[in-house]
């Protein structure tokens, strides 16, 4: 008998078979203040209406700083503070369809800065701050980004590129800006000088209200555009696979500087007027556990990695906490292994909820519900209103339990509306007539379950973070002793995969444990802090193919001991 695990009991979604013969998109429409007559705006529809009903005084934010001070915020609070910044946004001259970008820790400043960028019709561009210059550099002039809103610290981490950002106006700093330069101002002179009661914009649903980078086999991250009209299945997925309820505390661990963080760390739930726990914090297991309790965490949306750390903190550890509050538990970003299920079955006493989607995606596609039998390792059924399937190359569909490419049909109402001056890299989407390919490789079984095999392509996932083999080996290649250098994702039973670097060394220099080290911090505070290499291997040369492209792939057979495949392109 195949393990499955039944539902406890049904929530907002009572019977998934209904929904998928009678749902329909524009059935959601009346959620929406626009569909009164109001403006069109996705900050609008997160918290100023909630500001002009019952849950003006409502918590919308419980803000905990990394020492542990919470900072509460209220929907009216919200909504003043957002229509300030939009305002005081404007007074420093942004406009409608401006890119400004958000380098901030998670602080209830990063919050109140990406509302009232969406609020004044700019498209807000969240960068995690653990990016280092470059990174942020490329993304900067990629999207010709004209205003930032940054800490001191992570100002001064852009020193070295700054000469570099020639589009960006001004830097509006959270806390003292004092010697900073005149390309500076305040925060608090921006919120200062702005008008609380100013109104959202209306917007177009293909507006864009965001601007997520992206990794991808080939080059550097690409700007993933998403629509205003996203509103619809973020509002839709928040309900009835999150599961949201009006008396709920929900906590999305994830960071806003990833499509999680801001479709289901932010927007989503704030469509809905549920009340967002934030932890500024680094992972910490006893911590975790304490948020969840104290603050009596009803739904929690959480990742693999952290789940397995947990797991690795022991079950000792857990039972000194009580989880009474905790009624829904789901998970997204990198396969959820069968056995982080079983665990949380056994010391939990919760199913965790698999669900997935892509930045692309700007919303979950393919889930588990709480109405709806949960069989460990699989990723679900989609969502009533997406067509999801598992195709050949041709677009055909394969047989049950076959495997092949994870293909959508276009149109659901979060899909990216583009990729940032790159519309060929937009167009390879669609490549196949009539689908729209993930990159992933999947299977299908007899019951309509998903189940993931592997990314199609050479996206690296390290602790649910999606990062590029070029991004990295381009840093990599910077640093002096580096001649050449081939980047994959081996596996990794805690972090789903780590980056390993296959490096071959200028004739002047030779192997080393300190360069090992040496190389690793290089990329850390340039690229990014979880970018590095854990694991570097110096070779002699490199499998190339006779156009002078490092083969991946081969790397990667040879680092698993498989087979090579086909090495007919190979130099030698
Ligand atoms: C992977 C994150 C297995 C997948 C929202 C996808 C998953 C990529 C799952 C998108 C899952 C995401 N099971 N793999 N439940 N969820 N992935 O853009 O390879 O950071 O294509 O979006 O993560 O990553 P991204």
């Not at 965490?297 to 906490?321: C, I, S």
Request: aromatic fraction near 12%.
């Amino acid at each position: 008998m195949e393990e499955t695990i039944p539902p406890k009991q049904a929530g907002n979604l009572q019977d998934y078979e209904a929904a998928l013969k009678e749902f329909t998109w524009s059935s959601v429409d009346k959620e929406f203040d626009w569909s009164k007559g109001g403006a069109y705006n996705v900050a609008r529809e997160a918290i100023d209406r909630h500001a002009q009903n019952w849950r003006k005084n409502k918590i919308a934010l419980y803000s905990i700083t990394a020492t542990n001070e919470v900072r509460k915020y209220t929907f009216g609070e919200l909504s003043e503070l957002t229509g300030r910044f939009a305002s005081g946004l404007e007074k420093l001259g942004a406009v409608k369809g401006d890119r400004i970008f958000v380098f901030l820790d998670r602080t209830s400043e990063l919050y109140i800065a990406m509302i009232g960028i969406t609020k004044m019709g700019g498209i807000s561009g969240p960068l995690f701050s653990a990016l280092g210059p470059e990174a942020v550099k490329d993304r900067a002039l990629d999207s010709s980004a004209r205003f930032f809103i940054t800490s001191p610290y992570l100002y001064k981490r852009l020193e070295p590129v700054l000469d570099d950002l020639v589009d960006v106006e001004k830097f509006i700093i959270v806390g003292d800006n004092e010697g900073l330069g005149e390309k500076t101002v305040k925060f608090e002179e921006v919120i200062g000088s702005g008008d609380p009661n100013y109104q959202a914009v209306n917007m177009a649903p293909t507006d864009p209200y965001i601007i997520h980078y992206t990794s991808g086999s080939t080059g550097k991250p690409k700007g993933v555009l998403l629509g205003h009209k996203s509103m619809i299945q973020q509002w839709y997925t928040s309900r009835y696979v999150l599961d949201l309820r009006e008396e709920d505390t929900y906590w999305c661990t994830a960071d806003p500087g990833w499509v999680t963080g801001t479709s289901y760390g932010i927007f989503g739930p704030w469509f809905l007027g549920t009340t967002l726990i934030s932890y500024e914090g680094r992972f910490d297991a006893r911590t975790w556990y304490s948020i969840i309790q104290n603050y009596g965490v009803t739904v929690w949306y959480t990742a693999p990695t952290a789940l397995r750390m947990l797991m690795r903190a022991g079950d000792d550890l857990v039972r000194e906490f009580n989880f009474s509050k905790l009624r829904h538990v789901c998970s997204v970003g990198e396969p959820l292994n069968a056995e982080v299920v079983r665990w949380g079955m056994r010391v939990l006493d919760r199913r965790i909820h698999d669900t997935w989607w892509q930045t692309e995606t700007g919303a979950q596609l393919i889930c588990n519900y709480p109405c709806m039998a949960i069989k460990p390792g699989s990723m679900g059924r989609p969502i009533p209103g997406v067509i999801a399937a598992v195709v050949d190359e041709n677009g055909v569909e394969v047989p049950p339990k076959k495997e092949g490419f994870l293909a959508l049909r276009p149109g659901w109402p979060s899909m990216m509306l583009g990729i940032w001056r790159n519309t060929s890299r937009f167009k390879e989407y669609f490549r196949v007539p009539g689908w729209y390919i993930a990159g992933d490789q999947a299977y299908k079984d007899e019951d309509g379950y998903f189940w993931f095999l592997g990314r199609a392509d050479d996206v690296i996932k390290t602790s649910g973070e999606r990062l590029g083999p070029f991004e990295v080996e381009s840093a990599l290649i910077e640093h002096p002793a580096v001649a050449e250098a081939g980047v994959i994702g081996k596996p990794d039973e805690l972090r789903g995969e780590i980056v390993k670097a296959f490096i071959t060394l200028r004739p002047e220099h030779k192997p080393s444990e300190q360069l090992k080290e040496d190389i690793s911090k290089f990329v850390k505070t340039r690229l990014a802090y979880y970018a590095y290499p854990r694991e570097i291997e110096f070779v002699d040369s490199l499998p190339k193919t006779r156009s002078g492209k490092i083969m991946r792939r081969v790397l990667k057979a040879k680092e698993l001991g498989q087979p090579l495949g086909d090495l007919s392109t190979l130099e030698d």
